[in-house]
Protein backbone atom coordinates (compact mmCIF):
# COMPACT_ATOMS: atom_id res chain seq x y z
CA UNK A 1 0.00 0.00 0.00
CA UNK A 2 2.81 2.25 0.76
CA UNK A 3 4.49 1.47 -2.67
CA UNK A 4 1.39 2.90 -4.33
CA UNK A 5 1.51 6.12 -2.26
CA UNK A 6 4.95 6.61 -3.54
CA UNK A 7 4.09 6.06 -6.51
CA UNK A 8 1.30 8.52 -6.98
CA UNK A 9 4.05 11.04 -5.38
CA UNK A 10 6.65 10.51 -7.94
CA UNK A 11 3.68 10.79 -11.11
CA UNK A 12 2.81 13.75 -9.14
CA UNK A 13 6.59 15.36 -8.83
CA UNK A 14 7.18 13.91 -12.06
CA UNK A 15 3.61 15.62 -13.42
CA UNK A 16 4.61 18.55 -11.59
CA UNK A 17 8.21 19.09 -13.37
CA UNK A 18 6.57 18.54 -17.06
CA UNK A 19 4.41 20.91 -16.65
CA UNK A 20 6.84 22.98 -15.03
CA UNK A 21 8.97 22.28 -18.25
CA UNK A 22 6.15 22.67 -20.46
CA UNK A 23 5.60 26.32 -19.23
CA UNK A 24 9.27 27.67 -19.34
CA UNK A 25 9.22 26.17 -23.09
CA UNK A 26 6.18 27.54 -23.77
CA UNK A 27 7.36 31.47 -22.39
CA UNK A 28 10.48 30.76 -24.21
CA UNK A 29 8.74 30.27 -27.85
CA UNK A 30 6.44 33.25 -26.91
CA UNK A 31 9.56 35.31 -26.28
CA UNK A 32 11.34 34.25 -29.22
CA UNK A 33 7.73 34.82 -31.55
CA UNK A 34 7.60 38.47 -30.52
CA UNK A 35 10.81 39.03 -30.86
CA UNK A 36 10.97 38.09 -34.29
CA UNK A 37 7.78 39.62 -34.93
CA UNK A 38 9.07 42.92 -33.69
CA UNK A 39 12.42 42.69 -35.64
CA UNK A 40 10.21 41.93 -38.99
CA UNK A 41 8.00 45.43 -38.16
CA UNK A 42 11.31 47.12 -37.55
CA UNK A 43 12.93 45.70 -40.89
CA UNK A 44 9.40 46.48 -42.60
CA UNK A 45 9.67 50.25 -41.20
CA UNK A 46 13.25 51.19 -41.85
CA UNK A 47 13.20 49.65 -45.37
CA UNK A 48 10.06 51.63 -46.08
CA UNK A 49 11.08 54.86 -44.75
CA UNK A 50 14.30 54.31 -47.07
CA UNK A 51 11.48 53.86 -49.98
CA UNK A 52 9.80 56.96 -49.11
CA UNK A 53 12.81 58.96 -48.93
CA UNK A 54 14.17 58.23 -51.85
CA UNK A 55 11.11 58.51 -53.41
CA UNK A 56 10.18 62.15 -52.38
CA UNK A 57 14.03 62.87 -53.45
CA UNK A 58 13.24 61.54 -56.54
CA UNK A 59 9.85 63.67 -56.52
CA UNK A 60 11.56 66.88 -55.12
CA UNK A 61 14.77 66.30 -58.03
CA UNK A 62 12.29 65.53 -60.57
CA UNK A 63 9.52 68.51 -59.55
CA UNK A 64 12.92 70.97 -60.22
CA UNK A 65 14.30 69.78 -63.57
CA UNK A 66 10.97 70.32 -64.47
CA UNK A 67 10.62 73.68 -63.80
CA UNK A 68 14.04 74.60 -64.80
CA UNK A 69 13.14 73.21 -67.94
CA UNK A 70 10.20 74.87 -68.44
CA UNK A 71 11.84 78.00 -67.15
CA UNK A 72 14.31 77.46 -70.55
CA UNK A 73 11.21 76.91 -72.55
CA UNK A 74 9.37 79.84 -71.34
CA UNK A 75 12.27 82.19 -70.85
CA UNK A 76 11.47 83.32 -67.57
CA UNK A 77 11.95 80.95 -63.82
CA UNK A 78 9.09 82.33 -62.52
CA UNK A 79 6.69 81.08 -65.57
CA UNK A 80 8.85 77.94 -65.28
CA UNK A 81 8.57 77.40 -61.46
CA UNK A 82 4.77 79.10 -62.24
CA UNK A 83 3.79 76.43 -64.50
CA UNK A 84 4.73 73.67 -61.79
CA UNK A 85 2.99 75.05 -59.15
CA UNK A 86 -0.06 75.27 -61.62
CA UNK A 87 0.59 71.32 -62.67
CA UNK A 88 0.57 70.48 -58.62
CA UNK A 89 -2.86 72.90 -57.55
CA UNK A 90 -4.99 70.50 -60.46
CA UNK A 91 -3.30 67.22 -59.60
CA UNK A 92 -4.48 68.71 -55.55
CA UNK A 93 -7.88 69.02 -57.04
CA UNK A 94 -8.22 66.34 -58.73
CA UNK A 95 -7.27 64.18 -55.91
CA UNK A 96 -9.64 66.27 -53.78
CA UNK A 97 -12.47 65.83 -55.70
CA UNK A 98 -12.15 61.79 -56.57
CA UNK A 99 -10.63 60.87 -53.19
CA UNK A 100 -13.43 59.22 -51.76
CA UNK A 101 -14.76 57.92 -54.27
CA UNK A 102 -11.56 56.31 -55.97
CA UNK A 103 -8.46 57.22 -54.29
CA UNK A 104 -9.64 55.84 -50.56
CA UNK A 105 -11.29 52.80 -51.50
CA UNK A 106 -8.07 51.50 -53.15
CA UNK A 107 -6.34 52.36 -50.27
CA UNK A 108 -8.50 50.76 -47.66
CA UNK A 109 -8.94 47.63 -50.62
CA UNK A 110 -4.74 47.69 -50.80
CA UNK A 111 -4.46 47.44 -46.77
CA UNK A 112 -7.05 44.92 -46.45
CA UNK A 113 -5.65 42.67 -48.90
CA UNK A 114 -2.21 42.94 -47.35
CA UNK A 115 -3.13 42.39 -44.13
CA UNK A 116 -4.70 38.98 -45.28
CA UNK A 117 -1.99 38.07 -46.89
CA UNK A 118 0.32 38.49 -43.73
CA UNK A 119 -2.29 36.48 -41.77
CA UNK A 120 -2.21 33.80 -44.44
CA UNK A 121 1.57 33.94 -44.47
CA UNK A 122 1.45 33.48 -40.51
CA UNK A 123 -0.57 30.76 -41.22
CA UNK A 124 1.10 28.41 -43.22
CA UNK A 125 4.71 29.22 -40.80
CA UNK A 126 2.77 27.94 -37.84
CA UNK A 127 1.53 25.19 -40.15
CA UNK A 128 5.21 24.25 -40.72
CA UNK A 129 6.26 24.47 -37.38
Same mark, same amino acid.
Given at each position: ??? #??? @? ?5 ? =???? $?????? =??RVE? /? ?6 ? +?????? =??? /? @? *? ?8 ? &?? &??? &? /?? *????? $? ?9 GCV *? ?12 TKE ?6 ? +??? /? +?? #? ?7 ? $??? $??? +?
Amino acid at each position: MEE #NHE @NKEKGIE =DLYE $DAKSYL =DTRVEY /TRLYLVEK +ISKIFA =DLV /T @N *AVVAICFVLA &FL &FGT &F /TL *ALFLS $DLLGSYTRGFGCV *ALIYVFLALIVYYTKEKYIEKAI +INF /T +IR #NYFNKLADK $DEE $DKK +I
